[in-house]
Nanobody
Framework: QDQLVESGGGSVQDGGSLRLSCTASGDTISSLCIGWFRQAPGREREGVAALSTSFGVMDYSDSVKGRFAISYDNAKNTLYLQMNSLRPEDSAIYYC??????????????????????WGAGTQVTVSS
């Protein structure tokens, strides 16, 4: 059964760091593009970062570029999101997602959450000032 399970959320001070993990199980997910979304109370779910393991390309939203890093460990079937220089506005529930996205060696089309077929349950990240 294809499944995504997140971990690593928590509470940190402004400027702190956290690393989120998302373990994937099932054969389907291993062939898809994978990424992170987040949703704060009263706001739309927004894309944070995504990558294509097939093409080795990744992308980030402007709001996290230079502060967050996405990576994938093939041996562990685990997706990571290293989050540095965290800000209060980064507080949200973070979701791992996988989908059959459009990707090539030039980039990945990943911002639309409706393109993703599999979602984890989410993990809370809280950044206090």
């Amino acid at each position: 059964q294809d499944q995504l399970v997140e971990s690593g959320g928590g509470s940190v001070q402004d400027g702190g760091s956290l690393r989120l993990s998302c373990t994937a199980s099932g054969d389907t997910i291993s062939s898809l593009c994978i990424g992170w979304f987040r949703q704060a109370p009263g706001r739309e779910r927004e894309g944070v970062a995504a990558l294509s393991t097939s093409f080795g390309v990744m992308d980030y939203s402007d709001s996290v570029k230079g502060r967050f890093a996405i990576s994938y460990d093939n041996a562990k079937n685990t997706l990571y999101l290293q989050m540095n220089s965290l800000r209060p506005e980064d507080s949200a529930i973070y979701y791992c997602a996988a989908g059959d996205l459009k990707a090539s060696g030039y980039g990945i089309t990943w911002h639309d959450r409706y393109d993703y077929n599999f979602w984890g349950a989410g993990t809370q990240v809280t950044v206090s000032s």
